[in-house]
């Protein structure tokens, strides 16, 4: 069985301060030990959490990377850099990234390598915009964004990745996918992967849904056969909500 992820995206919230004070109020908590749960924070708090989280359940995660190990990138951070700060994940082609900062397919395919070379294990975003989906082209975007994010990969490194479906007009809307069609959508890309690579492999990659999940709906996606957890934003950053999902995703699991 697959081990549930799930990822808090902090996204441009928290100073070093309040990011540290949440690690200690869920670490009041037992946080479950079927469930991997991961924080992924601005550049600045990642070297205070990963401290403060040492030794617990809680991995640490950032929210871009650079592919180079080194050079003239102003404002870039680097895999070494992430290491060296005590980070374990990485969330790659984030739509923000692509929409705002022209992340390209090709731009996460080098990032998803730099990160694997590096040791981070990489969180991957795919996802259409509303048009797409109005459109019925939702797998083929997705399809693409797959295989062109995940080109050159052994069979063993894709099975140290993470894919992340988000669809984008359901990030930070407040609208969110039924758990039907989630389910629909990250079975296609197991299938994906399964062409890509082989079976095996498709069915040991976790892949989660995002998108306006909540305490109050994620029961219905970590049910669905498929669904490997969730990469939640605004739902993460009140420790009691983030809790919350994690305790879901265990109970669906035990």
Known sequence: MRTPVIAGNWKMHKTV??????????????????????LCAPFLA???????AKGSKIGIGAQNVHWEEQGAYTGEVSVPMLKAAGVQYVIIGHSERR???????????RKVKAAIAGGLTPIVCVGEV???????????????????????LSSEEMKKVIIAYEPVWAIGTGKASTAEDAEEVISF???????????QVANEVRIQYGGSVKPENIGTYIAQPNIDGALVGGASLEPASFLKLVEAAAGDRS
């Open 99 to 109: 929409t705002y900062f022209a992340e390209t397919d090709e731009t996460v395919n």
């Open 46 to 52: 990642l070297p205070a959490l990963a401290e403060k």
């Open 130 to 152: 509303l048009e797409e989906r109005e459109s019925g082209q939702t797998k083929q975007v997705v399809q693409e964004q797959v295989k062109k994010g995940l080109n050159g």
């Open 189 to 199: 890309i197991r299938k994906t992967v399964a062409d890509l690579f082989d079976q």
């Open 17 to 38: 301060e309040e990011a540290v004070d949440f690690v200690e109020t869920i670490q009041r908590s037992e946080l479950p030990g079927e469930v991997e749960t991961v």
